[in-house]
């Protein structure tokens, strides 16, 4: 059974910063906020956590093993390399979903996104360590078959976008609404999705969804592991089976 500990990270007080004293060149805003997910990506990523960007001014993090320390921590160094401050708030769950829910939850409780008194908010109780198990944490990566000739190679790169943006709104969709899973975005034709125990079948269909829907297939590797970082190189090595033998479908563990 997956226990999965997620890290909502949100940029306290962002939106009026974005206006004060008036509004601040949007170069700058798109450099600090990719700067900001860098820096985020490798203080978790050297945890061995993932970082997803979302919504840039809002993150998540699948952050299992990662304790209330060591968050402190990167929220201390983050307040000292940015004109901005972050939140973090942690929240476990049977699915990623309700681990998210939990998250949000309680920095809600703490106060607005455009709130100037809630800053720093460090809230959640991560996986105690006795209790964390080899199968807390599901990854599937999931990639387009044959982009570069479909795609890359054939239309002109905004066609492109779309037709692999196409495939991420259908699959978020259909796995956040059928099965509690939340699935990111990654670059090139890659979604990685924070899953509960899914099995086979399930991600078959998923697949079969988004190729009636839009027309996009896809193959996934999946992998599991007490932490993102082993479960997301488990999927990783999945995926390149399921190139060598041509399945759709690869568990890191077959
Ligand atoms: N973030 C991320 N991007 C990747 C990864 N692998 C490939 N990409 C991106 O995906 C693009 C397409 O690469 P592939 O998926 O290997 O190529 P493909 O044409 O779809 O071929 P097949 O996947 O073998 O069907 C690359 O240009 C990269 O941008 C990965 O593991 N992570």
Redesign the pocket.
């Known amino acids: 059974m997956t226990n999965t500990q997620l890290t909502l990270i949100q940029i306290d007080n962002y939106g009026p910063w974005t206006v004060t004293p008036e509004p601040r060149r949007e170069v700058d805003l798109q450099t600090l906020q990719s700067r900001l997910y860098a820096d985020l990506s490798q203080l978790f990523g050297n945890r061995d956590g993932y970082v997803f960007f979302s919504r840039f001014d809002n993150m998540v993090a699948v952050t299992n093993g990662i304790d209330t320390d060591a968050h402190a921590l990167i929220q201390e160094s983050i307040g000292n390399r940015y004109p901005v401050t972050v939140s973090l708030s942690i929240g476990t769950g049977e699915t990623p979903a309700t681990a998210i829910e939990t998250a949000s939850e309680q920095l809600q409780a703490a106060g607005s996104a455009q709130a100037s008194d809630r800053r720093e908010i460090l809230r959640g109780e991560p996986v105690a360590d006795p209790e964390r198990t080899a199968e807390d944490v599901q990854i599937a990566?999931f990639?387009?078959?044959?982009?570069?000739?479909?795609y890359?190679d054939r239309l002109n790169e905004f066609d492109t976008f779309i037709n692999i943006e196409q495939s991420y709104a259908e699959l978020m969709r259909y796995l956040r609404e059928t099965h509690d899973s939340l699935s990111f975005f990654?670059?090139?034709?890659?979604i990685?999705a924070t899953c509960p125990d899914l099995d086979a079948e399930q991600y078959h269909d998923a697949i079969d969804h988004v190729s009636e829907a839009v027309g996009v297939e896809l193959?996934v590797g999946v992998g599991r592991a007490a932490d993102a970082q082993s479960a997301g190189m488990a999927a990783?090595h999945a995926?390149e089976t399921c190139?060598y033998d041509g399945r759709d479908v690869v568990f890191g563990d077959q």
Do not use: F
């Open positions: 990566h990639d387009v078959n044959d982009a570069t000739g479909k890359t990654v670059g090139g034709d890659n990685i193959k990783k995926l190139r």
